[in-house]
T-cell receptor, first 116, second 110 residues
């Protein structure tokens, strides 16, 4: 088990283009989370899945953002018509089936997005 | 967690000294807390966690203290080393996804 894997690690795109990030969680973790982090700030919650079901979405997740987890394993986060304000690090994390009860949440190394 | 500003609080400690990083959490319903270490350009790395039915938990060179009365969490690092230099975040959860507090930048002076 190599931990949470994210790719690409870095992406530079022109404003208006679409980008997609992929996350492979720790195997057997059925919860998967997406967070966004900008410089000097803590990670902010975007959305999470339990198996293939998307259970919660933050209001930060505008309609240009869509996340999927079709088979309950890997997940993708797509940003359409990127804007400069989308520049951030997009973090994926995974855990067992409950928020609390000691189900540790492990993060990947993040995918850096720069919109020029 | 608290609202986050652009400038992180900074703690500078001498190598070999003990470090104490504090965090105030916001949700009294939170029952699970995690400390993460984040190095530049990397994702948050799990350090230690604690459930709300405990007030202290020890790991290797790290101790987390929880005071539910005042909603305060602290991370103690013993014999701080240069490799401990990073930004440290506390995070809370209960019936909501993990919420991160304001980070603290730890700088270790060799």
């Amino acid at each position: 088990d190599t931990g949470v894997s994210q790719n690409p690690r870095h992406k530079i795109t022109k404003r208006g283009q679409n980008v997609t990030f992929r996350c492979d969680p720790i195997s057997e973790h059925n919860r998967l989370y997406w967070y966004r982090q900008t410089l000097g700030q803590g990670p902010e919650f975007l959305t999470y899945f339990q198996n293939e079901a998307q259970l919660e979405k933050s209001r930060l997740l505008s309609d240009r953002f869509s996340a999927e987890r079709p088979k309950g394993s890997f997940s993708t986060l797509e940003i359409q018509r990127t804007e400069q304000g989308d520049s951030a690090m997009y973090l994926c994390a995974s855990s067992g089936y409950k928020f609390s009860s000691g189900n540790t949440i492990y993060f990947g190394e993040g995918s850096w997005l720069t919109v020029v | 967690g608290e609202s986050v500003g652009l400038h992180l609080p900074t703690l500078s400690v001498q190598e070999g000294d003990n470090s104490i990083i504090n965090c105030a959490y916001s949700n009294s319903a939170s029952d699970y807390f995690i400390w993460y270490k984040q190095e530049s350009g990397k994702g948050p790395q799990f350090i230690i966690d604690i459930r709300s039915n405990m007030d202290k938990r020890q790991g290797q060179r790290v101790t987390v203290l929880l005071n539910k009365t005042v909603k305060h969490l602290s991370l103690q690092i013993a014999a701080t080393q240069p490799g401990d230099s990073a930004v440290y975040f506390c995070a809370e959860t209960g019936n909501t996804p993990l919420v991160f507090g304001k980070g603290t930048r730890l700088s270790v002076i060799a």
